[in-house]
């Protein structure tokens, strides 16, 4: 089974803290994303990545920033949080190279709830 | 603009019972459509997914629709468990130039089932 782990279930960060998301997943796969999810609001994209050291902007990437550095790990980082970031944050992988998750099935980590005060 | 709505937001059904979740998009072109299963404090897990071409998909107690005409899709399940409450997820598959595919969400709609 594909295994999608994130750093943090649950955190709390005050205005202005820079935070680190970090995800792993253990199947080889080339295309790992981030997720915001919000009450009310489908899932929305803010970054992916489709090979090592490779990102792309997603819908709504203004106030975060990526990082890929080996295959298996995508960190999301908010470079100074704010109180309009708090939600629950996804990460998910899939195969296929190239492509933005559409034809593969991606397998998302259990999220973690950021709260920022 | 490409959308995917869903309906009803909720829903509550008891322990036994059938239920149907609907989905309409105005994604085109299309690629693909997929329904997702989200616990409560869980990632979406993937319970079915269709292309153009297919108008029905199983799993088990879940049976999805597809009708590309219309660009809807419905989500049946059948003798709901307690264990099926939780949020259904649409996702509708884009593509656009290029070959690269894009997700669309849906909000999902919450179930609960009551004993």
């Known amino acids: 089974d594909v295994k999608v782990t994130q750093s943090s279930r649950y955190l709390v960060k005050r205005t202005g803290e820079k935070v680190f998301l970090e995800c792993v997943q253990d199947m080889d796969h080339e295309n790992m994303f981030w997720y915001r999810q919000d009450p009310g609001l489908g899932l929305r994209l803010i970054y992916f990545?489709?090979?090592?050291?490779?990102?792309e902007k997603g819908d709504i990437p203004e106030g975060y920033s990526v990082s890929r550095e080996k295959k298996e790990r995508f960190s999301l980082i908010l470079e100074s949080a704010s109180t309009n970031q708090t939600s629950m944050y996804l990460c998910a992988s899939s195969l296929l190279a190239g492509a933005s998750g559409g034809g593969e099935t991606q397998y998302f980590g259990p999220g973690t709830r950021l709260l920022v005060l | 603009k490409n959308q995917v709505e869903q309906s009803p937001q909720s829903l509550i059904i008891l322990e036994g019972k059938n239920c149907t979740l609907q989905?309409?998009?105005?994604?085109?072109?299309?690629?693909?459509l997929r329904w997702y299963k989200q616990d409560t404090g869980r990632g979406p897990v993937s319970l079915t997914i269709?292309?153009?071409?297919?108008n029905t998909k199983s799993n088990g107690r879940y049976t999805a629709t597809l009708d590309a005409d219309t660009k809807q899709s419905s989500l049946h399940i059948t003798a709901s468990q307690l264990s099926d409450s939780a949020s259904y997820i649409c996702?509708?598959?884009?593509?656009?130039?290029?070959?690269?595919?894009?997700?669309?969400f849906g909000a999902g709609t919450r179930l609960a089932v009551h004993p």
């Open positions: 996702v509708v598959s884009h593509m656009f130039s290029g070959g690269y595919n894009k997700l669309i």
């Open positions: 989905c309409n998009y105005t994604v085109s072109p299309f690629s693909n």
């Open positions: 990545s489709y090979d090592v050291k490779m990102k």
């Open positions: 269709m292309t153009f071409s297919e």
